[in-house]
């Protein structure tokens, strides 16, 4: 055989199909790389959720802990009002609590009573997000917008209970003339499967009045 014969090189057949096969590997290491990311973006995003929701349910056991009532004075209260929306519970809170003392802001004063309210509010295509209002019982110019407390929220339930046996949707200190002894939140999320997972953290006011 002589050593043009041994040193004639790939053939045009042998080029293309080397060609698709590197193709083929190409987009397999593609779609891998891109799944990977994409898991990855979903878990943090998963992870970002549940801070959010482990931080609101921890804020609202600790204020209900917190709920301050007198009989005699109207401006407190504990009120729970029953609401749907598209079919899905969506409590109102309204509570008088006691706040810790706020990192000092220049010209700012506190009195260290709030009124705190808790809104389902409707968003396009029936997404549904938590907000918060925040005001100072005695002092009005500390009054804090309503802003976005969750998002990404299927439903918001408060219950109550004077003896952790029996639970009713409503209550207001104006007509129950007291602060229940147990409070249950329960949340529902959506998570990104598009499975409905409920988180639930119960609360027991602890500051009482005559």
Known sequence: ???????????????????????????????SYFTVLKARERSAQGMEERRELGG????????????????????????????????????NLELTTLAPPAPLVAGRKESGVIDVQYRMVEQ???QLILTRKEQDLLLASTTVPAYPQMERISSFLVECSTDGSKWVKSWDTALN????????????????????VQF?????PRVTGS
């Open 200 to 204: 639930s953290v119960y609360a027991a």
């Open 1 to 31: 055989m002589s050593a043009i014969s041994r040193n004639r090189g790939f053939t045009l057949l042998e080029v293309l199909i080397a060609v698709v096969l590197l193709g083929i590997l190409v987009a397999a290491l593609y779609g």
């Open 56 to 91: 609101t349910l921890d804020l609202l056991r600790r204020e209900i802990d917190a709920a301050r009532y007198i009989s005699n004075d109207q401006r407190l209260k504990f009120v729970v009002e029953d609401r749907d929306s598209f079919g899905r519970p969506a409590s």
């Open 124 to 126: 396009e295509k029936e």
């Open 177 to 196: 003339g007291r602060l229940p002894k147990y409070v249950r939140i329960t949340v529902q999320v959506e998570e990104q499967e598009g499975q409905l």
